[in-house]
């Protein structure tokens, strides 16, 4: 039986994979990779802070997370394509590795915030 997202270790896992599989996509490697140069050792605490603040609300997390995205799409245009992307990828890795209302709290966080990150990027443009 595979538990919820209970612990940071829960998220630390859970963003590692998820990462570890978006930097060999395809689509989403180059963007990472090529384009942001994200060092993912760097990285990876804030990134765990932000799911860490959203899931379990521990308030670890105080930056904007919106900035970041604006300045990588102002280099490559992040399309409808991308996000649909990052949101299947993240909701199989959460599934795969969890079950649970936080599980799923997971993914329907990350559909909100997709959402609203691709609309202010394009501001109505439909890409």
Do not use: K, N
């Not at 599989?21 to 090529?34: C, H, I, M, S, T």
């Not at 991308?82 to 997971?106: C, K, N, Q, Y």
Request: proline share 4%; glycine share 6%.
């Amino acid at each position: 039986m595979t538990s919820d997202i209970a612990t940071r270790e829960d998220i630390a896992h859970l963003v590692t994979t998820f990462y570890g599989r978006a930097f060999q996509d395809e689509l989403l490697g180059p963007v990472f990779v090529d384009v942001a140069q994200l060092d993912l050792a760097a990285h990876l605490p804030t990134m765990c802070d932000f799911w860490e603040t959203v899931l379990l609300g521990s308030r670890s997390y105080g930056g904007g997370a919106f900035v970041p995205h604006a300045q990588l799409h102002a280099q490559v245009p992040l399309t409808r394509q991308h996000f649909e992307r990052w949101l299947a990828m993240w909701s199989s890795t959460v599934r795969e590795l969890h079950a649970g209302p936080v599980a799923e709290d997971a993914i329907a966080r990350s559909e909100r915030v997709a959402t609203a990150f691709h609309a202010r990027l394009w501001q109505g443009a439909d890409r």
